[in-house]
């Protein structure tokens, strides 16, 4: 028998967006990757990994993988391309960016996101790029910035307990988050503690595949969380269930939060929430008894437009019961704040490059900015004062808009502009790179090297190249590099390699770098309870009710609801929630069949009740529209499995999941066709689960058994 070729293991990190940034063990033989585990060492990842990265080598070497560089040759949206060389297509999008930039570098926009979260792939060479180019610049709010400001506001940074601690707490609430699809590695140590004998308490309007496994669901409406928590913060108050010596010590501005939290009787939330005041009630009383108590926030609930208050009010509660005292209680939303210096991002970036073609920063002169979450109707605009110039090109990476930014036909629309000069670096001909004059294929995680930073934990994290780049791929920041020489560009910073930047990426004072090299990953010195004796980012030290400029956090209502929009409601009487669906990444992975074939295809789920006010039944077609648009999909009302058990949808709500990629939507749509341009209160964030839609069942759909058989039988 032939010997097997040998093995070796590369140290890597997982690079999507998601609170885990899992270690990675890459296995090579012969030049190919052979197997993607999680790291047996690495304390959060466990040596477990999601299904879907342990598809990672199945995604990279994907026959539709982009190798080679393409031009346009159909129409915008068409997705009909011609290769082309390298040198050719660099030459020439070096070419109509100069000539743009000569005229008005601010007509310029790059468009990226999360698509890795690395620091050199991500913002690292490109933004020394756009820097020194003087584009305009982009406000990164699509997912988190809304949660993320109000953390600032109240904690003075995105900081939180430790997930670690969580397999401690003995209560621990569950907000606005679906850990088993989208952060199993937490979600590991919420079931330690309830094998320790805690209670766990899911509050989301679905009743997700978390939500069946915790002890209580509180399913309330969308958007009704700030309502839900001052009415907590009413029964404490009123039962004086609160840490009065914590209160005094290291809160700021509790007295008017007093006062607007005794206006919030549960009666009235309740009424909002469309829940029972009992069950307000009882989660009070066991909040303010239970110690350690511990909140696991997630950013689903704060894409409402209240969301940054909400987060704020939120974030308030274990400080009024002095739960951060012991480390497994307080709440995490964010860890990436405990990065901030420990991540170079000065030097990654190099914001300084912007002076040249603005005059020096203290003068306050910059770009404009251009929020992500309005590209829909920002790239229709013409030039204004207001506004600014017209875009004339847009630069797209790590970022899939066209089906993941709202109002979907706003975003097409946007990018099928003849006149808009649009590159886009991709592995794959997504919805958005089938509206480019250039695709440029680029590197996967296990092809460049990269440095990670974490939102979910506090390790500094390293990623080396487990395989040469496929094809004539390359990595963004060699694409940046390569834009940056033909741009004449010649500051020393744009010949860093991959590998200095990433080797860079941290401060050597705040991370072991050695410890970094040798196992690919290093913990942040940060203390076990870091709030137990005050100690907040903020100036005082003090977690903050009266934030500046934002005043004293309140309820605020969804721009669509049946209680704040009862016209519109007349109409559009259902709210829709788009949460991830397990398999995919928002748009990620939709395109890998496996995990494609675990989806099926796009889905609403509904309350038996609104479906058979519908004559809509199981399996049926269903239409789900707005002013905005429509989309279809397929009815899901008992839940999808044969469990018997109560579909996941409770009355006047219903759930569209998953970033579907539009062409492979049933009519070519997505859910983002139904959602809306409008932003959060704090945060400048979308808005995505703060949408009224109807629902009626399809024209042509076939009787609902017949096709819930076929669907049974496909699965
Ligand atoms: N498998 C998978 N994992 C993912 C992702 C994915 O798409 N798929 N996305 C990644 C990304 S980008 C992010 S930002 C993170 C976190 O992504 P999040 O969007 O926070 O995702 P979830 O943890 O699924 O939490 C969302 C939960 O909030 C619920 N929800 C919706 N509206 C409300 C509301 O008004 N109030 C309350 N209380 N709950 C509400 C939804 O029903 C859902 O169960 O996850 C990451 N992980
Ligand atoms: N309706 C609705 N819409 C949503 C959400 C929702 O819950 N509901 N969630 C929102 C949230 S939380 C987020 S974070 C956004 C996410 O939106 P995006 O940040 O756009 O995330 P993805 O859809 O995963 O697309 C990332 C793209 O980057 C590409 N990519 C990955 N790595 C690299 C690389 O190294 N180089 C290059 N050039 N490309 C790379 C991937 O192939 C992928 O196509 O979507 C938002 N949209
Ligand atoms: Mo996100």
């Not at 989660?283 to 704020?312: C, D, S, T």
Request: with cysteine; aromatic share 8%; net charge neutral.
């Amino acid at each position: 028998m032939p010997t097997p070729a040998p093995e070796s293991t590369v140290q890597g990190t997982c690079p999507h967006d998601c609170p885990d940034t899992c270690a990675l063990h890459v296995t090579v033989r012969e030049g190919r990757v052979v197997r993607v585990a999680g790291d047996p060492e690495h304390p959060t990842t466990h040596g477990a990994l999601c299904t879907k990265v342990s598809r990672y080598a199945e995604r990279t070497y994907h026959p539709e993988r982009v190798l080679q560089p393409l031009r346009r040759v159909g129409r915008k949206g068409e997705g009909r391309f011609e290769p082309v060389g390298w040198d050719e297509a660099l030459d020439d999008i070096a070419s109509r960016l100069r000539a743009i930039a000569a005229r008005e570098p601010q007509a310029v926009l790059p468009y990226s996101y999360a698509g890795t979260m690395g620091l050199v792939q991500g913002e690292g060479m490109a933004a020394r790029f756009w820097h020194r180019l003087g584009a305009s610049l982009l406000d990164r709010t699509i997912c988190a910035s809304a949660g993320g400001d109000a953390l600032v506001a109240t904690y003075g940074g995105k900081v939180g307990m430790h997930v670690e601690h969580f397999a401690e707490s003995r209560l621990i609430l569950i907000w606005g988050s679906n850990p088993i699809t989208s952060s199993v590695h937490f979600w590991n140590y919420a079931q330690q503690a309830k094998r320790a004998g805690a209670k766990l308490v899911c509050i989301d309007p679905r009743k997700s595949e978390t939500a069946e496994k915790c002890h209580q669901h509180i399913a309330l409406l969308p958007g009704s969380d700030g309502a839900l928590a001052l009415a907590m913060m009413h029964e404490l108050i009123v039962h004086d269930r609160l840490d009065h010596d914590y209160i005094e010590r290291h809160v700021d501005g509790f007295e008017k939060l007093r006062e607007r939290a005794l206006a919030w009787t549960p009666e009235r939330a309740a009424a909002v929430c469309g829940i029972d005041a009992g069950t307000i009630v009882e989660l009070a009383r066991e909040y303010g008894g239970a110690r350690p108590a511990a909140i696991r926030l997630n950013y689903g609930m704060q894409r409402v437009h209240g969301g940054g208050n909400a987060v704020r009010l939120i974030a308030l509660l274990p400080c009024l019961v002095g739960a951060w005292r012991q480390r497994a209680g307080g709440l995490l939303l964010s860890s990436g704040g405990w990065f901030r210096g420990a991540r170079r991002d000065a030097w990654l970036q190099r914001p300084d490059l912007l002076e040249p073609v603005y005059g020096p920063a203290a003068e306050g002169r910059r770009p404009r900015t251009i929020n992500m979450c309005t590209i829909g109707d920002d790239l229709q605009r013409q030039s204004s004062p207001a506004f600014g110039p017209r875009i004339e090109a847009v630069v797209v990476y790590n970022s899939n808009p066209v089906a993941v930014a709202p109002d979907s036909a706003q975003v097409v629309r946007g990018f099928a502009r003849e006149d808009l000069f649009t590159v886009v670096l991709e592995h794959f001909l997504t919805d958005t790179a089938d509206h480019a004059d250039y695709v440029l294929p680029a590197t996967t995680q296990l092809e460049h090297w990269d440095a990670h930073a974490a939102y979910g934990h506090v390790y500094a994290m390293l990623n080396r190249p487990a395989i040469a780049p496929l094809g004539q791929a390359r990595s963004n920041a060699e694409i940046f590099r390569q834009l940056a020489r033909r741009m004449g560009y010649t500051e020393p910073c744009f010949e860093d390699s991959d590998e200095t930047m990433a080797l860079g990426a941290f401060d050597p004072t705040r991370v072991k770098l050695d410890e970094l090299g040798r196992k690919g990953w290093s913990r942040l010195a940060i203390g076990e309870a870091p709030f137990a004796h005050g100690n907040f980012p903020t100036p005082s030290g003090k977690a903050l009710v009266d934030a500046p400029g934002l005043g004293v956090p309140d309820f605020v209502p969804n721009y669509e609801s049946v209680l704040s929009s009862p016209a519109l409601a007349t109409r559009y009487p259902l709210a829709m929630i788009s949460p991830p669906a397990r398999h995919f990444l928002n748009s990620s992975f939709v395109n890998v069949p496996s995990l494609r074939a675990a989806e099926g295809e796009p889905v609403l789920e509904m309350h038996a009740g609104d479906a058979s006010a519908r004559g809509v039944a199981e399996g049926d077609l269903v239409r789900i529209f707005n002013d905005r648009g429509s989309t279809l999909a397929r009815a899901v009302v008992g839940g999808r499995g044969s469990d018997g058990r109560e579909g996941r949808a409770r009355p006047g709500v219903v759930h569209g999941l998953g970033v579907w990629w539009r062409k492979y939507g049933r009519d070519g749509t997505n859910a983002n066709q139904l959602t809306h341009q409008r932003l959060t209160d704090v945060g400048r964030a979308a808005t995505f689960y703060d949408c009224l839609v109807q629902v009626e069942r399809a024209a042509g759909s076939p009787a609902g058994s017949v096709v819930a058989a076929a669907t049974a039988a496909a699965e």
